[in-house]
Nanobody, 123 residues
Framework: VQLQASGGGLVQAGGSLSVSCLAS????????MGWFRQAPGKEREFVAG????????FYADSVKGRFTISRDYVKDTVLLEMNSLKPEDTAVYFC?????????????????WGQGTQVTVSS
């Protein structure tokens, strides 16, 4: 399984950005896609996740109501739309995947990882 993240960039506080993740090499639909982020000097943390088959979504409290995760079956892509961005959202964002349908939020729960993409929110 290969994950390719793209998007991100620089935006002012209050603005919007999106990041996407293209998944390839999958042989089933029984898995979860997640987004994590890591700010300088901090541990990697869960942001949002979605079950590929049923489309159930789950979020970290810090982004609820501002971020939206979605999936595109045709493009095999997971999109994270980020609104009302804050400087504390600045981080490298990673997409990740795990087998099964459990809505896990731990870094160690995910097996496959894409490269990170930078999101910077200026104040």
């Amino acid at each position: 399984v290969q994950l390719q993240a793209s998007g991100g960039g620089l935006v002012q506080a209050g603005g919007s950005l999106s990041v996407s993740c293209l998944a390839s090499g999958r042989t089933s639909t029984n898995y979860v896609m997640g987004w994590f982020r890591q700010a300088p000097g901090k541990e990697r943390e869960f942001v949002a996740g979605i079950t590929w088959r049923g489309g159930s979504k789950f979020y970290a409290d810090s982004v609820k109501g501002r971020f939206t995760i979605s999936r595109d079956y045709v493009k095999d892509t997971v999109l994270l739309e980020m609104n009302s961005l804050k400087p504390e959202d600045t981080a490298v964002y990673f997409c990740a995947s795990r087998e099964g349908l459990l809505q896990r939020t731990g870094v160690g729960d995910y097996v496959y990882w894409g490269q990170g993409t930078q999101v910077t929110v200026s104040s």
